[in-house]
């Protein structure tokens, strides 16, 4: 099964990609349908799934063994960037702070500030990043981001250590 999995490159990133359009269809199912409002490091988490989705679609369709490294290793930045913050979400969730100064309303916002800079504030999203909304087998959407990011660097450093061997 790894063999099948990892003597593919190509196959390998395009699952990665995958996977990754996925849970950004899960995070906008809970946004969309469920109703919990995403915080800025929500918003930072789903940005580095984006990067990672397109780096390794990119990367999948290149037959071009440098620019799958390239894409390869551009995604790994991304997924540990994506741990990163998962983590420190999550580490806001366990040792809450007094004051919440993860984000705004969005009247609050445009009231306060001129257009051009509330617009980039909008999509910062507006929840409470120490706010527990959901859970599942105890996890947090923070924890399992984090383990999804782990995952997924993981999965793309063993791409990167097979693919440097293979020379």
Known sequence: M???YFGAPRRALGLICLACVLM????LYLQHVVGLEPCPMCIVQ???LVLVALFTGLAAIFRTRALQVTGSVLALVAAIGGAYTAASQSWL???PPEVVSCGRDLYGMIETFPLKRALPMIFR???DCSKIDWT???L???????IAFVVLSLMLLTLLVRSRRAR
């Open 2 to 4: 790894i063999d099948w």
């Open 24 to 27: 950004l269809a899960f995070g």
């Open 46 to 48: 789903r940005y580095a």
């Open 93 to 95: 969730q366990w040792y």
């Open 125 to 127: 999203g507006g929840g």
């Open 136 to 138: 599942l087998f105890g």
């Open 140 to 146: 947090t959407l923070a924890n399992w981001s984090f």
